[in-house]
């Protein structure tokens, strides 16, 4: 749920993973807590934290680590990198995380990694995307498929400085300050588990709310994926908050048009254009005193705020000197609706089924197998 927002537009479309070609068991991921900060605090019981030639650094907890020219700053010590971990967990900024953290200089700030392994991983996520106390047949597919979106990210980034952002870029993370029972059982439960077709792991996209069905890949990101063509879902309608409204001044969205590189001034009217078969807008009209202009929807509600404009799947009109919104869902639409899926779940389906209905032809494998 708080990864409503899902800026996947960026993510690169690639090959699958062949499952068979994952080293797991303990598959360790590398997830950016922070980037482009200027100072961090590390705390915590029995911390060791040690520079980039494994020497301990000495020093009071919390340690202030600093940008310091190309470099970091600790304890009046120029560094290039620091590495801290401590028995059990560690915070950083007040928060707590599991791994190993690792801190070093970025083109801006600071940039913080924990290096986790990816089961502890997913125990955290889980209340950061839905909640552990809905039926936990939900909760073990929010656990396949978080599991089955990093193991592709995984191999995707395999030479980057990390797989994952624990942002709605990627995946929402937090640490290990949110973990409970529940979450444990549905990661447990399923372990080693991801989604799979022809032998590889899938982009298992998905998002809160669809609005009524869910959305084919190609309409959001250009590339038509066989188990991403969206499907019929009345099942989060049931859902608070299914429906939305919003009212904008003009000039603002105006002032956001042009800071998207659009041409527009004395912005007029916002006429709605195409509509897909999900029932998504395609792009809509723009009238100004400059004449008129074509946007996509997608890029629309990038342009004024995926938290506005929470889908594509809405109407608008124009009333005085403000345009007003109404629509459905939340999200890019894209793979398994958590809400859907939890009414699902609530009807009596299994997470295997839940599953298979939002990604229609792919298989359920486990790569721990015979590890």
């Not at 193991?151 to 990390?162: P, S, V």
């Not at 008129?292 to 889908?311: E, H, M, P, T, W």
Request: charged share 20%; net charge positive; aromatic share 8%.
């Amino acid at each position: 749920m708080k990864r409503l927002l899902v800026i996947l537009f960026f993510f690169a479309i690639v090959p699958g993973t062949a499952v068979q070609g994952v080293q797991l068991r303990p598959e360790m991921v590398r997830v950016a807590l922070l980037k482009g900060v200027e100072s961090v605090r590390i705390g915590g019981n029995g911390v060791l934290a040690v520079d980039e030639n494994g020497k301990a650094i000495e020093g009071v907890f919390p340690l202030l680590v600093k940008r310091n020219g190309d470099g970091l700053s600790v304890n009046g010590s120029n560094l290039r990198t620091v590495r801290a971990s401590a028995a059990a967990s560690l915070q950083i900024n007040g928060k707590g995380y599991r791994g190993v953290i690792e801190i070093t200089p970025a083109d801006k700030g600071l940039l913080v990694v924990d290096e986790l392994p990816l089961e502890d991983y997913l125990v955290g996520l889980i209340n950061c995307e839905i909640s552990s106390q809905w039926p936990i047949e939900v909760v073990k597919a929010q656990a396949v498929i978080a599991r089955t979106y990093a193991l592709y990210q995984m191999e995707a980034r395999k030479n980057a400085q990390f797989h994952l952002e624990s942002s709605v870029m990627d995946q929402v993370y937090d640490g290990c300050d949110i973990e409970d029972s529940r979450a444990a059982r549905g990661v447990g439960e399923t372990a080693g588990e991801v989604l799979t077709i022809d032998g590889k792991v899938i982009q298992a996209f998905y998002h809160s709310k669809c609005g009524g069905h869910t959305e084919a890949a190609e309409n959001v990101w250009g590339v038509s994926l066989p188990y991403l063509q969206g499907v019929d879902c009345k099942y989060c309608l049931t859902a608070a908050a299914s429906r939305w409204e919003q009212a904008i001044a003009l000039k603002k969205i105006e002032s956001l048009l042009k800071g998207g590189g659009y041409q527009v001034a004395g912005l007029r009217d916002i006429k709605p254009g195409r509509k897909n078969r999900s029932g998504r807008l395609t792009d809509l009209t723009i009238h100004s005193a400059r004449g008129s202009l074509i946007i996509s929807a997608v890029n629309f509600r990038k342009l004024i705020g995926y938290s506005v404009i929470k889908s594509t799947n809405f109407e608008v009109r124009t009333a005085g000197d403000e345009a007003l919104f109404s629509g459905a869902g939340y999200g890019h639409g894209v793979g398994l609706c958590q809400w859907g899926a939890k009414q699902r779940a609530e009807d009596g389906f299994v997470y295997r089924e839940i599953l298979s209905y939002y990604y229609p032809g792919t298989r359920l494998e486990n790569v721990y197998r015979d590890q």
